[in-house]
């Protein structure tokens, strides 16, 4: 079993820029797949970005494309969620979960995260 644990998160003004690390304690990190998603209150999960196993495939929601970067350090068993320009409506609680592949759907993650909170202030 892989946990990932999320942290960086806090609050921020527009404009500013955050960065979100997820480490993953278990077995063999550099196997899975890794993927970042957001939860507004009342809404649903929504996913963010993700990375393939050798972090050479990458995808993104549009609503993110150009101002976030998902990357991973697989010698620190860690992927990163770079944030630039944030806005109010990335006001969410993040998520960081593994995969068997690099997915964009809630169901094909595996394990989950707690998950770290992001408020952006106008």
């Known amino acids: 079993q892989v946990q990932p644990v999320e942290s960086g998160g806090g609050l921020v003004q527009a404009g500013d820029s955050l960065r979100l690390s997820c480490t993953a304690s278990?077995?063999?990190?550099?196997?899975?797949?890794m993927g970042w998603f957001r939860q507004a209150p009342g809404k649903e999960r929504d996913f963010v970005a993700g990375?393939?196993?050798?972090?050479?495939?990458?995808d993104y929601a549009d609503s993110v494309k150009g101002r976030f970067t998902i990357s991973r350090d697989d010698a620190k068993n860690t992927v990163y969620l770079q944030m630039n320009s944030l806005n109010p409506e990335d006001t969410a609680v993040y998520f960081c979960?593994?995969?068997?592949?690099?997915?964009?759907?809630?169901?094909?993650?595996?394990?989950w995260g707690q998950g770290t909170q992001v408020t952006v202030s106008s």
């Open positions: 979960a593994v995969s068997g592949t690099m997915a964009t759907t809630v169901r094909e993650y595996l394990y």
């Open positions: 278990g077995r063999t990190f550099n196997n899975y797949g």
């Open positions: 990375i393939n196993w050798d972090g050479r495939n990458t």
